[in-house]
Nanobody
Framework: QVQFVESGGGLVQPGGPLRLSCAAS??????????SGWYRQAPGKQRELVAGITRDGRTNYVDSVKGRFTISRHRAKNTVYLQMHSLKFEDTAVYYC?????????WGQGTQVTVSS
């Protein structure tokens, strides 16, 4: 079982940047081979994949964030990042990290991102 702790969320104005971090802990064998993804859930909506990075470094983004968000990781720290630029109102959501491309059933608390003027 891998556990995830997300951080870095907050209140930001439209057009602003924010960087999220996710620390993963658990089975070393799992951490070393898994891909990682950022997901988000807006009020009244289903959770959706935002960005993913495979174990060999390939990245994938939902169309709505392409060119604005960048996923990266630091393997030695078991940490995954989501750098967000040009934030929009519709990016407001709770952001979670989990395995990618298939999320596990274990979700962290997430981190709230609110884009508001």
């Amino acid at each position: 079982q891998v556990q995830f702790v997300e951080s870095g969320g907050g209140l930001v104005q439209p057009g602003g940047p924010l960087r999220l971090s996710c620390a993963a802990s658990g089975s070393i064998s799992t951490l070393s081979i898994m891909g990682s993804g950022w997901y988000r859930q807006a009020p009244g909506k289903q959770r959706e994949l935002v960005a993913g990075i495979t174990r060999d470094g390939r990245t994938n983004y939902v169309d709505s964030v392409k060119g604005r968000f960048t996923i990266s990781r630091h393997r030695a720290k078991n940490t995954v990042y989501l750098q967000m630029h040009s934030l929009k109102f519709e990016d407001t959501a709770v952001y979670y990290c989990n395995k990618y491309p298939t999320a596990s059933q274990y979700w962290g608390q997430g981190t709230q991102v609110t884009v508001s003027s």
